[in-house]
């Protein structure tokens, strides 16, 4: 069974910046795809960004430019570097995975970590 543990969270003024990482044990990571997804209380799932096994990433519109995904497959960790903070970003982040290619729909992936608050204050 994959498991996958997320950390980096915190508190950060907007302006600031934050990087989460996400480890993941029990898949070859190497041919794993992984996604990140924040949640706000009363509302869906949103997709974050995204990045597959070969290297290949996606971001949503609303974070494009302003976060980073990356993968260390040695550490078998993603990361996700989050600067330009705003308010709006105030959410649970989570991290998932799946084979194949990544996308942004989570309805494509299996397991998920218990998530890391990432709060954004004015």
């Known amino acids: 069974q994959v498991q996958l543990a997320e950390s980096g969270g915190g508190l950060v003024q907007a302006g600031g910046s934050l990087r989460l990482s996400c480890s993941v044990s029990?898949?070859?990571?190497?041919?794993?795809?992984n996604a990140w997804f924040r949640q706000t209380p009363g509302k869906e799932r949103e997709f974050v960004s995204a990045?597959?096994?070969?290297?290949?990433?996606l971001y949503a519109d609303s974070v494009r430019g302003r976060f980073t995904i990356s993968r260390d497959n040695g550490k078998n960790t993603v990361y996700l570097q989050m600067n330009s903070l705003k308010p709006e970003d105030t959410a649970l982040y989570f991290c998932?995975?799946?084979?194949?290619?990544?996308?942004?729909?989570?309805?494509?992936?299996?397991?998920w970590g218990q998530g890391t608050q990432v709060t954004v204050s004015t």
């Open positions: 998932t995975g799946k084979y194949l290619r990544a996308t942004s729909t989570p309805q494509d992936y299996e397991y």
């Open positions: 029990g898949r070859t990571f190497s041919s794993y795809s």
């Open positions: 990045i597959s096994w070969n290297g290949n990433t």
